[in-house]
């Protein structure tokens, strides 16, 4: 008889607390998508794909051939499935299939996390980090690109059924009829992707949306005329054939096609919440983030509850600093520069001080600020509405304080690590899976992996 698989590891191993970890899911969403009736082929248990799937992204391991594979040579996963050796398409298969279910795991790890006393909620951190997408640069066109591809595409399509047609091969020209079409659809479709966002965008509709505003409130939109060549009329020049719902987002030294994806965590490292989004501005996220940490603690069974949020300067604006039921400390610039930021707008209110006094004009104010003439007109009627204090100068005297230079010391050593131990360590820099929805399912499934290793390590001293 061969020996036990329960003797190819010691007990402490990662493969046991995955196991163990899997028996306290519930799996009901993934029990719920297979058939009952006893039609088909017999199935690999959920739970073992479950606990295969996640222990492989523990290890930064994602490819489903060099998991089918490792089923067979790797001892850890050979305890995992049982000694089984599911195929790397049912691998990939039931990823897909599953990606909501994936997703709830989040939450459920969360759940074991907060039964193990091991939250800390009361302060959070906030950040982005990009991820490459699983599609090329080179395969982003222009709409001008996407309509000459079009048209080649039909013309070849064209060729080729004319070519079967003359040779009488029937195989060859179904074949043909069905992929020419399928491509220009999905060419078609980006092309009207592009052009309903760049109508959406244009100077065009944004005066009409400021008439309709008009006409329902009556009165003139304050503030100066907008202009027909300013950025927030440009809408984004490409798509990508590859992968269509994936951008190309700055980064450092040019631009990477990927995704932004959001993170949220206590100060003890575990993630409290996740979104992928394709959008570089993190601006935008801060409050949605907020919400889902909410309430997936709460869901979770987490003692205690939000009271500070930390960010960076992408997220600083002035509704994320007014956020209701938290305080938020997000720095409007470096962190490091804030002194300096400080003496800027202290400078800025001595020169506002001599326009409201008539001792310069406006537009030698804007002049000697390096602002617009508009910009120190708004400014002046923010000072005469009681509202002197910038957002600006108000967060950078909270962070300068002795409790904000403690508290947002924490914001980078809280955040900054779990993206280190994710993209060094485990070596996951990119996305897999393509499109949104799968790439935030993926997201979660790493981010819920990183968790598990915490809980691991935090129960199993010899493993740190």
């Avoid at 007990?11 to 058939?35: G, K, N, P, T």
């Avoid at 305080?327 to 326009?355: D, T």
């Avoid at 914001?411 to 996951?428: D, L």
Wanted: aromatic residues 4%; hydrophobic residues 40%; contains cysteine.
């Amino acid at each position: 008889m061969p020996p036990s698989v329960a003797e190819w590891l010691p007990e402490d191993h990662l493969a046991w607390f995955v196991l163990d970890a899997v028996d306290e899911l519930d799996l009901s969403a993934f029990v719920a998508a297979y058939r009952d009736d006893g039609r088909g082929g017999a199935a690999y248990h959920p739970a073992m794909m479950v606990g295969l799937l996640v222990y492989a992204y523990a290890i930064g391991e994602r490819s489903s051939r060099r998991i089918q594979r490792r089923c067979v040579e790797d001892v850890p996963f050979r305890v995992i499935a049982a000694n089984q050796a599911p195929d790397h398409a049912t691998i990939a298969r039931f990823r897909a299939t599953h990606a909501d279910a994936i997703v709830g795991l989040f939450a459920q790890v969360l759940g074991l996390c907060a039964r193990a006393g091991v939250l800390r909620v009361g302060l959070l951190a906030v950040d982005g980090t990009k991820l490459a997408a699983n599609a090329s640069q080179d395969a982003n066109r222009t709409a001008e690109q996407l309509a000459a591809e079009i048209l080649a595409e039909a013309e070849v399509t064209d060729a080729a059924e004319d070519a079967a047609e003359a040779a009488d091969d029937s195989v060859v020209a179904d074949d043909v009829k069905s992929r020419g079409p399928r491509r220009r659809a999905r060419l078609r479709e980006l092309l009207d992707e592009l052009e309903t966002e760049a109508k959406a965008k244009s100077f065009e509709a944004h005066m009409e949306r400021r008439a309709a505003q008009e006409a329902e409130t009556g009165r003139p939109v304050r503030g100066r005329p907008p202009k027909p060549d300013t950025a927030r009329h440009r809408s984004r020049k490409h798509a990508n054939t590859t992968d269509p719902q994936s951008r190309l987002l700055p980064v450092k030294g040019g631009f990477m096609q990927g995704y932004n994806a959001q993170t949220m965590v206590t100060e003890d490292q575990y993630v409290v919440a996740v979104e992928v989004i394709n959008q570089s501005n993190d601006a935008g996220s801060f409050a949605p983030m907020v919400r889902a940490a909410k309430t997936n603690l709460r869901r979770a069974g987490a003692k205690g509850r939000v009271r500070t949020v930390l960010a960076d300067a992408g997220y600083f604006s002035e509704p994320n600093m007014n956020l209701a039921g938290v305080e938020s400390l997000i720095a409007p610039g470096n962190v490091h520069k804030l002194r300096g930021i400080n003496e800027e707008g202290k400078a800025r209110s001595v020169v506002l001080a001599r326009v409201e006094a008539g001792e310069i004009t406006n537009d030698a104010a804007a002049q000697e600020l390096g602002l617009t003439r508009g910009r120190v007109n708004h400014m002046l009627r923010e000072r005469r509405a009681g509202r002197a204090e910038s957002a600006t100068t108000t967060m950078i005297a909270k962070l300068q304080s002795p409790r904000g230079k403690r508290l947002y010391k924490k914001r980078s050593a809280s955040v900054e690590p779990v993206f280190a131990q994710i993209k060094h360590n485990r070596k996951i820099r990119t996305l897999s899976r393509r499109g949104l929805a799968a790439a935030n399912s993926e997201w979660n499934l790493i981010t819920a992996t990183h968790n598990l290793l915490k809980l691991w390590r935090h129960t199993n001293p010899a493993a740190l």
